[in-house]
Each structure stands twice: as structure tokens, then as C-alpha cells.
């Protein structure tokens, strides 16, 4: 299943989702074998040329940024521990930003006014926002130009990385004052960008050139003490994620390498893929991971484990292949049993909390239906007896791949049951669509709530679950925002 919880336009979850980062996936071009000059080759004063804008010079050094970052001493390690796509049919977002919203006038949560150097951040922000895409394309000219040797750390294609890097510089800056949130955002991406080849030594290279676009396009905000809060909010934020990255290195690899040794054709655009990574592989039922193929060197898409942990170490995953989807299409046509894939670290917090004996209500949509199996057999390895409710959610019947896997598990456990629900024709089931036929069932006040499936089914499931009485903490699933990103 694709990872990020979120379920594909179809319904599905498990796909094609990518993550962000300095080093991120993008979106395939429509000619691969012909593709487009991306602006990043171009130079950066004919960018400026382009754009109508009077060229001002970037700095070439900026005092402020370290030449390196070591890793932290370990009190400092410790300080940074975690908190606990539309190709996702059934992808997941694996590092997701935490939700956005605080606008740069705004006090925060905590009831603290901003701080002086989220206040400036702030300001470059909200003047560069309506030009964020000349922005990015100029940063990404001067970092290619400036440090040729990072080139190859990124994809062919760089359309969804400039929004991915905007999106990304948004989240930090409103979330400047919370350091809980943004550490554990931070410190997920700095483990991630390990599979990338990122080390301390890219991190200045970044911030350099992120100061020279900064310079160029923010005359109004811009100022020797806002030059300085930028260097200082990010030395501090690449800190967590060398510090995250260093800590993840003691005791996992930075990828896995994986034999694929079955693949078996539930419809002609699903696959079951079932993987033998070559060490163990430690991962929770309900997460997800990152996978790359040979096709596509680079290109990192999330996909959802579709089983719970197995003795035989084996991992299982259901893939959509999706219109321009790079690795979904190759996962499903192409890939064959004896082939070689590389996964990333697992992610995701979708997990059942085994604590408890409350009951469970699953919306699976598409192959969203890939994690709510594992978590199905996660609770029946522990033994416990629990109600579980699972609404599994397709277009038409035919998508329903899944259902007699569903329908076994129920016969062999009294305390699950399974629901097919069909939105358009005919069906010997329910009908409707996936939370409003849910609302018709319950009442659930009582249940801890899982969805998983395309973004909108997720949106709406959401609404609909909290104005049933279900309390937004006992909903989960993933970041919605990674879940749009094709691949």
C-alpha cells in the first residue's frame, strides 16, 4: 500500500507518496526520454532577466553558517528524541510537516507572543510567498551551480521539489516557537535523508544558497539582523536533523536492499508485492515505508506494509499503478520476483495501542485497505479480544480486491467484522459513500478510529467521525499533505 495513511484518488492508500526533504522525489515528466530543461540549469541572472526583476547579487559566504555540523553531544541527542500520496492509493506520507495554519501576525499555542527571530522569519516569508517559485528555481540554480557535486543527490525532475522546499521553509517558520513539533518533524526528515547520501557536509552548501535567494527577492524584509536570524534559526534546524540522522546511524543502515519474491496480479493495475529484505527489518503494523526501484534511481515513493511483522521476516505491499507513476507503474508491470529494491527506514504512528481493549472502527478506501489487514493481524497475533469494525471502500465491486482476504480473516476471528461498501453500481453489499455509510452504523463514541485511503475520503471521513462524537485524538492516520504527491 502506498504510504502515506492516505487513501489515492481512487480510494486507495497504498501508493505512490513521497516525502519532503533537501533531497526529495518529484513528479515524472510526461516525456521522460525528452524531457524539458528544468530552470535550475539555467543561471541565476537569467532567471532574474526572466522574471522582470532588477538582478541583485547574492552573497557568496555568509559568516553565520558553520562550514560543517558534527553531530551533537549525546545530552544533546537526547534533548531531540522523537514525540511519538496521490500516488499513495495507498502511499503514505512519510515525513510529513506537522499541520500548518499560525499566520506570521499570530501568538502561539502556547499563548507566548513570537519571538524576535520568528517574527523576521516571518516577514521573508510572507514577502516571498507570492513568488515562492522564483524563489526556488534561483535557490536550486545556486546551489547546482555553486556545488555541482549535490547534482546527482537529487531527481531528474525538480517541479514538486521547489513546492515540497516552500511548503517545507512555511512549516518551520510557523512552527519556529514550538520546539517540541518541530523537533520531531526535523528529526524524522534528518533519518530520512540518510537513504539520500545527505551528510553534514551538505547542510552549509544548502543554507548559503538559500541566504543568496533569500537576499534577492526579499529587498523589503531583508536587513543584516534578518540575514542573522535566517542563519540562526537555520544552523539550529539542520542541527536536529545531523543530530537525528547521527543517532538513526548507530543502530540502523540507511537503506535496505530487498529481493522481491512475489508478485501476484489482484487487477490489472494492482499488484502484491512481497519483499525479502536482507537483514531484519523492524517495523510496526499500521507504518509505512519509503522504496526505490532500479528503474528509477533517486525516486523514493512510500507505500504502506500491507501485513503485520512475520516470523519468515518477509514484507508485504500493494501497489496501484497510477497515470505518470514512475515507480507504482514500474512495481506493478515491470518488477518480478528476483529483482532488487531499496527501502528506507520505517514510519508512521497508525499503530495499535495494545494497552487498551477498546474497540476499532478501519475505513479502508482502495488499496487503503493494505495497513487496516495489517493492523487486523496485528490484533489477532496479540490475542486479545476486541471489536473490530472494518468498512473496506471502493469505487466499483471489481476494485474490491482484497475483499475475500477480508472476509477469511473474518470467518477466522468472531471479533472482526468486514463491510464492503461500493459508491457507484451495482453491489450485493452497502452502497454509498465510505464515512457516510459509517455514520449510518455505531454509535462509535467508544472506538479508536483508523482511516486510511485517497486524501479526500480521509478529509471527509474525519469530519464525519468527530461529528459522530468520536474525539479528534482517538482518529488517526496520516499527514494528508504528502498523499497528493504523484510519483
Sequence with gaps: MNAPTTPSADGGTSGEGGEWSWFTPSERPERPDQPERPEWQEQPERLARAGGERAR????????????????????????????????EHQRPADQPPERGARPQETPAS?????????????????????????TSYFYALL??????????????????????????????????????LTAYLSRLGRGHRKYGTVPAHYPAVGECLIGALTRYAPDSWDEVTEAAWVRVYTAISQIMIDA????????????????????????????????????YPFLAGQYTS??????????????????????????FHVKAVPAGWVSRALVHRARPGDFIRLGGPAGSMTVDHSTDSGMLCLGGGTGIAPIKALVEDVARHGRSRPVEVFYGA??????????????????????????????????????????????????????????????MIRSGVDTLVGIGIPSHRIRHDSLDELTAAG
Excluded: N
Aim: charged share 25%; net charge neutral.
Design 57 to 88: 547579487p547574492a552573497p557568496r559566504s555568509h559568516r553565520g553558517l558553520p562550514e560543517r555540523h558534527p553531530p551533537a553531544p549525546a545530552h544533546r541527542e537526547q534533548a531531540h528524541q522523537e514525540h511519538a500520496h496521490r500516488e499513495h
Design 245 to 280: 540522522a547521527a543517532e538513526d546511524e548507530r543502530t540502523s543502515p540507511a537503506w535496505w536492499q530487498a529481493e522481491i519474491v512475489g508478485h501476484e496480479l489482484r487487477t490489472p493495475d494492482i499488484a502484491v508485492v512481497t519483499v525479502r529484505p536482507d537483514r531484519p
Design 144 to 181: 547546482f551551480i555553486r556545488h555541482p557535486e549535490v547534482r546527482d543527490l537529487f531527481p531528474p525532475a525538480m517541479d514538486a521539489q521547489r513546492d515540497r522546499l516552500f511548503k517545507a521553509l512555511l512549516t518551520a517558520a510557523e512552527h519556529a516557537d514550538d520546539p517540541a513539533t
Design 291 to 316: 522504496l526505490e526501484t532500479p528503474w528509477w534511481p533517486r525516486i523514493w515513493r512510500h507505500y504502506s506494509f500491507s501485513c503485520a511483522p512475520r516470523a519468515d521476516g518477509l514484507l508485504s
Design 111 to 135: 499563548g507566548r507572543a513570537p519571538s524576535p527571530d520568528t517574527l523576521l522569519i516571518r516577514r521573508t516569508m510572507a514577502e516571498i510567498e507570492p513568488i515562492a517559485d522564483k524563489v
Design 395 to 456: 469505487r466499483r465491486g471489481d476494485d474490491l480486491y482484497d475483499i475475500d482476504t477480508m472476509l477469511r480473516l473474518q470467518k477466522s476471528h468472531p471479533w472482526l467484522s468486514v463491510r464492503p461498501v461500493v459508491s457507484d453500481g451495482p453491489t450485493l453489499g452497502l452502497s454509498g459513500q465510505l464515512p457516510q455509510v459509517v455514520r449510518k452504523y455505531g454509535p462509535w463514541t467508544a472506538y479508536d478510529a483508523y482511516l486510511s485511503g485517497p486524501p479526500g
